[in-house]
């Protein structure tokens, strides 16, 4: 591997680390729960106006970015597998299709115990990046803003309007999930979380979230990111880099009262009824914040990747982003432990700022746990499992096996 490919790795493992080290610290504030916290939680929750204060920080740097950035990067993986798949005349389609069966399969036991799993939700739209693989630049690219625009959440609300995409006969009541996390046993827990698994599509699909499309969007950049070659040499695109940042940081600027106005109107009061044309409007406004916001963070990320002391700092991060998976799933088998009653039971009794330093604490023992099993290891646990079963043959596991050390002698 030559000198290039190993920097485009190194950049993407460490800002694969960086988004997901924001969404730790997203979850933890939200205590895990993937539902609105109940009143007495939120009283707990912001017991000072620090705790306000860093809620709003959350939301407006911090919540939703991470998770977009996290998205940006699964999409150009996929390019960068496919690539180096084709560079040596193979057809990597089918097995990225076998892969994300297997990360659906580790996305519905992780949602056993979280409901705010992302890993499920990757696999099934993961599979529309593949006949994308083929497309122009261009069709990549108009789809990718029709999307960004809101064309997926209006093409729904015109068909299901207010109502669930996904009718269910039983809507579990939100109460009798709190009551589960705050008062349940594990298999409680799972039960709950299980039932809530229609919810999960609504939420992905219905006019009001529209999760699902804007993910769809955040792949497609990121393959076309990866088509870029950006990422091959940074230093030769800084100048880029700082183009978009700036126009990004513009349309922030730009956004901000846009967002403001579309939500509150001339009126001046906050909507909080989201079945009308000019409620999914807002929400897009709310959506083209977060995505500029979300480029700004990338490509600054990337000119400070580029300096020679940010990047020893921001480096740290290449481990923790190469077992991602891993991670990913620890993070929320650590903060379930801390918040559900069949752990701690800590839900609703820590403040904002608390939660914010056990988020800190996790995120130090994992990039230090990720750097020393990396000394050792070829890949994390998790990881090596997804590789052996996708190429259905044990992968080397071993950084230094017998065979190694005895050829290097």
Sequence with gaps: MNKLENERIHVVDALRGFALAGIVIVHMTEMYLAAVPSAEMQKILFSSP????????????????????????????????????????????????????????????HRMFYAGDILLVYAVIGILLIPFYHASNK????????????????????????????????????????????????????????????????????????????????????????????????????????????????????????????????????????????????LTSYDLLNFA???????????????????????????YGRMALTNYVMQSMIGTFIFFNWGLDMAGKLRMIECVGLALCVLAVQVAFSTYWLSKFKYGPLEWAWRSITYLKFQPFFKYDKLSVSSQA
Aim: net charge positive; proline share 3%; charged share 10%.
């Design 50 to 109: 620090v705790d306000v204060f860093i809620d709003e920080v959350m939301y407006y740097g911090i919540w939703g970015k991470f998770f977009s950035l996290f998205s940006i990067l699964f999409g150009l993986s996929f390019f960068i597998q496919m690539d180096s798949a084709a560079r040596k005349g193979i057809d990597f389609k089918a097995r990225f299709l076998w892969r994300l069966v297997i990360l659906a399969g580790i996305g519905l036991m």
């Design 139 to 282: 069709t990549v690219l108009v789809v990718a803003v029709l999307l960004f625009l809101g064309g997926g959440r209006y093409i729904s609300f015109w068909i299901w309007g207010s109502s669930p995409v996904l009718a269910v006969t039983t809507i579990p009541d939100p109460q009798d999930y709190l009551n589960a996390i705050t008062n349940g046993t594990f298999c409680d827990v799972v039960s709950a979380q299980m039932a809530r698994l229609p919810g999960m599509v609504n939420f992905q699909v219905n006019g009001f979230t529209g999760r699902a499309y804007m993910t769809l969007g955040y792949f497609l950049l990121g393959m076309l990111i990866g088509r870029s070659q950006w990422m091959r040499d940074i230093s030769l695109h800084q100048p880029k880099f700082r183009v978009i940042a700036l126009t990004a940081f513009v349309s922030i600027v730009a956004l901000v009262p846009v967002y403001n106005l579309s939500f509150e109107g001339a009126w001046g009061v906050f909507m909080i009824s989201y079945d009308t044309w000019q409620s999914m409007f807002a």
């Design 293 to 319: 916001i979300t480029l700004f963070i990338a490509f600054s990320f990337l000119q400070l990747f580029h300096l020679e002391r940010p990047r020893k700092i921001l480096a740290v991060l290449a481990p």
